[in-house]
DNA sequence: CATTCGCCTGGGAGCGCTCCCAAATTTTTT
DNA sequence: AAAAAATTTGGGAGCGCTCCCAGGCGAATG
């Protein structure tokens, strides 16, 4: 089945038919109706190869996350991000192609680019310094990133606001009376972890505190991370009495330390995390944590690729560079403590 | 840069550039390396869908998953059978896609299977009567399952013995003295999950067991559901001595309803788990399970598909059906209490 | 030495679309 | 009513490959 032959069911020619498919106003309503008819009769799908070779553009998007596939496919925050940019793809007619990395990075999404096999790429975090980065850039390839890249402005990024979210974070444990406030970052060699704890910095300098060097520990988000890092906390003299933690798996992880050392969340120690993802609102006690809708971001950064794809390099492609920011909110569960300090229910270890 | 290009500059026609990349033999040797350094020198990769399109075959295989994204994305099975699967890929110059399942199963990849986008497809446990499959069959688009099939030999497929390696595990424990085991079962609407009951039922009939129903308790292959499980098989008189679970998750999950009840194990009560996740060797104790050959299971059965579209339909294709059956092996650490039995070390709860 | 056979090589004919221009049709204007 | 303008349609020319057939060349054969 191909577009001359629903033409001729039609009675129209092979072009009309691309029109219609195509969403092309010049076409009679009349027509347009006929022949989509036709189309779905026959339930009929354009070939994908022949379009990509006419068209010059395929109609796929990469998705690169420069983490190891193990990694990808365990964290939970990854499937977010996969989910929002495949609904947006769909809702475009795109296709969503995760690039797993398994040689050099560089070889393999070189060769899908070269190939004529991708239209553009929707980059997640690198590391800092990733040398793939400009090297895309010196492609040419559409390129959107999640999350910032810092030095840069012009790669088009959607990012949520993690400094702001990590000063939010910090100020209500400010606000509930914390001074002895301790962190868990993210691994620094991403540019996110740096932000929550420049966040979280800020906010403590802004209440004239300075917090000591192993008040601040550094994981790598992973929950076992956290755990270990509160245990470090723990030892600390005088130890936190409460912890901001960068991500909502290791606050997890830092709830157990504490629980594992027979102290109770929030009563001893307080504890905050930062992505909201589900399981924050499940663990006992719930998690306070800061927003992240990582969805939306994934969502967001497919649709803007998808338009600029779709807009033809009229003005000049480097001026289109466009950065989304999306503010960080606070939900305030109770490991936090505030209405919680008097009336905690003991956690099952 | 194109293939006509490459000629011009290797001094031969377009159809030997071709021969060459297509590793044709019929081409000189000489000519063959000529043009070898020119495509290496020039970076030449030739484009994608003028190959499908003139080729009638796009080198794109689907893997299809039928669970929602946050499972896929969050059981490190499926990563290693991705990882597999996309290694076999690799190797062959085919892509892998993963078909993320957002609308109905049916639509979606009905419509990239009739947009010719996909050459085959692998399809990963379906659910029991999943309607899909036979809707794929009908179209005669080459499959290959990784799992098995009840009631269907005309399907290839990879597995692993799944009721073997349950048997062992069972009679590992018999072996090992106790007699009164319980098994925590996967989803029963899996045929895996089935097979590993039934090995488990097997061995115990043989050893002249009838196990009591509540000794059979079913999980989902979560973590959480072994706890479950494994708290409800705690108020069973008398409780089990010994507990195989048809997942690592799950026997991770009912060690730690065992400990949270203040038992240890396997001094009070022995595990068996089944898969050999790489946690398996990490918990404590260390648990006993079956060796299931995901990687290598997802490398064999994308190794078999493409295999399968790259031999001519010569003979008749419903001839060429292939099963094959990993034999399952048990790997012997601490859960099930061998040596361990006077020395345990006690667990950090 | 002419003939046959094998091995290489070149070029034509598409694959099923999109893009573009020109022709046909309709609508608006004068 | 004819002319001009706008709308709608048709078909040619590729996109960059693969497949196939015909032709060139040298070695082996009679």
Redesign the pocket.
Same mark, same amino acid.
């Given at each position: 089945?191909?577009?001359?032959e629903i033409a001729r069911l039609a009675g129209?020619?092979?072009?009309?038919v691309?029109?219609v498919?195509?969403h092309d106003?010049?076409? *009679?309503a009349e027509?347009r109706e006929r022949v989509w008819r036709i189309i779905k009769e026959q339930d009929f799908q354009?070939?994908l190869a022949? *379009?990509a070779?006419?068209?010059r553009r395929s109609r796929v998007i990469g998705l690169v996350i420069p983490q190891p596939l193990s990694t990808i496919f365990t964290d939970p925050f990854f499937s977010m991000l996969i989910h929002g940019c495949a609904l947006a793809c769909d809702e475009r007619g795109y296709y969503l192609m995760l690039s797993l990395v398994l040689r050099q990075a560089n070889d393999t999404y070189h060769w899908l680019i070269r190939a004529r096999h991708l239209d553009g790429l929707l980059l997640a975090p690198p590391l800092i310094n990733d040398p793939f980065v400009p090297h895309l850039l010196d492609k040419r390839l559409p390129l959107v990133m999640i999350g910032r890249i810092p030095g840069r402005t012009d790669i088009s990024t959607v990012n949520i606001d993690n400094i702001k979210g990590a000063s939010l974070a910090t100020q209500h444990l400010l606000k509930l009376g914390y001074t002895r406030i301790a962190t868990i970052t993210g691994a620094l060699n991403l540019v996110g972890a740096l932000d929550r704890l420049e966040g979280y910095l800020c906010a403590l300098r802004e209440a004239g505190i300075e917090p000591p060097s192993e008040y601040i520990q550094e994981g790598d988000w992973s929950e076992a991370s956290g755990r270990r890092a509160m245990e470090c906390l723990l030892q600390a003299t005088p130890p936190p009495e409460a912890v901001f933690a960068a991500s909502d798996s290791m606050a997890i992880g830092a709830m157990k330390a504490i629980q594992a050392a027979g102290l109770m969340v929030p009563n001893d120690i307080a504890v905050v995390g930062f992505d909201d993802m589900p399981v924050a609102a499940t663990v006992d006690p719930p998690l306070t944590t800061v927003h992240h809708p990582i969805e939306r971001i994934g969502f967001l950064a497919a649709s803007m690729l998808i338009e600029k794809l779709e807009t033809p390099p009229t003005q000049a492609s480097w001026a289109n560079v466009q950065h989304i920011v999306l503010p960080a909110r606070l939900v305030i569960r109770m490991s936090c403590g505030q209405a919680l300090r008097c009336s905690a229910h003991p956690t099952d270890v």
């Open positions: 089945m191909t577009l001359e129209c020619s092979r072009s009309t691309s029109r498919i195509n106003p010049n076409v *009679r027509t354009p070939n022949a *379009r070779l006419a068209g």
